[in-house]
């Protein structure tokens, strides 16, 4: 009976041991849970939205043309800027020595400005 009695001892003490361990183990992992943020009430919290930020350039483009137009018989100011891609009012500013729409003359030679096209283009990063 003592030598049951010895190793029902051991088993019990082993028993502790293992026990005590568990408990221990049990308490440093939750704890460490804990500090990584993953108790109920942590799991509940939401984060922050992100800010974003767009950022747009714009490029401008010149494009090429003739400077200097000769005026045609029967050609009219609104004509010529519509064929040039300008404003009546553009032409009359670049020449100053016209009085109006009306006050060109065939074989006349008129500065025409130049024409600029402005294009915003998104340079947003791709998600």
């Given at each position: 009976?003592?030598?049951?009695?010895?190793?029902?001892?051991?088993?019990?003490?082993?028993?502790?041991?293992?026990?005590?361990?568990?408990?221990?183990?049990?308490?440093?992992?939750?704890?460490?849970?804990?500090?990584?943020?993953?108790?109920?009430?942590?799991?509940?919290?939401?984060?922050?939205?992100?800010?974003?930020?767009?950022?747009?350039?714009?490029?401008?483009t010149t494009i090429?043309?003739?400077?200097?137009?000769?005026?045609?018989?029967?050609?009219?100011?609104?004509?010529?800027?519509?064929?040039?891609?300008?404003?009546?009012?553009?032409?009359?500013?670049?020449?100053?020595?016209?009085?109006?729409?009306?006050?060109?003359?065939?074989?006349?030679?008129?500065?025409?400005?130049?024409?600029?096209?402005?294009?915003?283009?998104?340079?947003?990063?791709?998600?």
């Amino acid at each position: 009976m003592s030598s049951d009695g010895a190793t029902g001892g051991r088993r019990s003490f082993e028993a502790l041991g293992v026990g005590a361990t568990a408990i221990a183990v049990g308490i440093v992992v939750s704890v460490g849970l804990a500090a990584c943020g993953t108790t109920d009430e942590a799991s509940r919290m939401t984060l922050p939205p992100l800010e974003t930020t767009t950022t747009t350039t714009t490029t401008t483009t010149t494009i090429p043309f003739e400077r200097f137009y000769e005026i045609q018989p029967g050609d009219s100011l609104s004509a010529i800027a519509a064929a040039k891609g300008v404003s009546v009012v553009e032409i009359l500013n670049a020449n100053p020595q016209l009085q109006g729409e009306d006050s060109i003359q065939a074989g006349q030679t008129i500065e025409i400005p130049a024409t600029t096209i402005t294009t915003p283009v998104d340079t947003e990063p791709a998600p």
